[in-house]
Nanobody, 121 residues
Framework: QLQLVESGGGLVQPGGSLRLSCAASGFTLEYYAIGWFRQAPGKEREGVSCVSGRSSNTKYADSVKGRFTISRDNAKNTVYLQMNSLKPEDTGVYYC??????????????WGQGTQVTVSS
């Protein structure tokens, strides 16, 4: 089963930055679309961003456009999410997942433990 491990979360003040990492275990990440999701307390998991497998096209939720940047380093088998100008509403547990394309709703990887992002003064 495809497994991804998230890291890089933490506590940051509003306006600060964090870079999350999503590392693949046991498979080559570059052949898959990788999406970042987040879940705030009491809310459903929502899609934040996605990078496609072959073309590396990117997509963003309206709430993060202009502030977050997704990228992939195939040599390191890792996808990153650079988060700038963080807001308290960005707080949540962030997960990454593999899909065949960014348009697909079928998640191929198992959900990991995620990485906690807390934006607070």
């Amino acid at each position: 089963q495809l497994q991804l491990v998230e890291s890089g979360g933490g506590l940051v003040q509003p306006g600060g930055s964090l870079r999350l990492s999503c590392a693949a275990s046991g498979f080559t990440l570059e052949y898959y679309a990788i999406g970042w999701f987040r879940q705030a307390p009491g809310k459903e998991r929502e899609g934040v961003s996605c990078v496609s497998g072959r073309s590396s096209n990117t997509k963003y939720a309206d709430s993060v456009k202009g502030r977050f940047t997704i990228s992939r380093d195939n040599a390191k088998n890792t996808v990153y999410l650079q988060m700038n100008s963080l807001k308290p509403e960005d707080t949540g547990v962030y997960y990454c997942a593999a899909r065949l394309s960014c348009a697909s709703t079928v998640v191929l990887s198992s959900w990991g433990q995620g990485t906690q992002v807390t934006v607070s003064s």
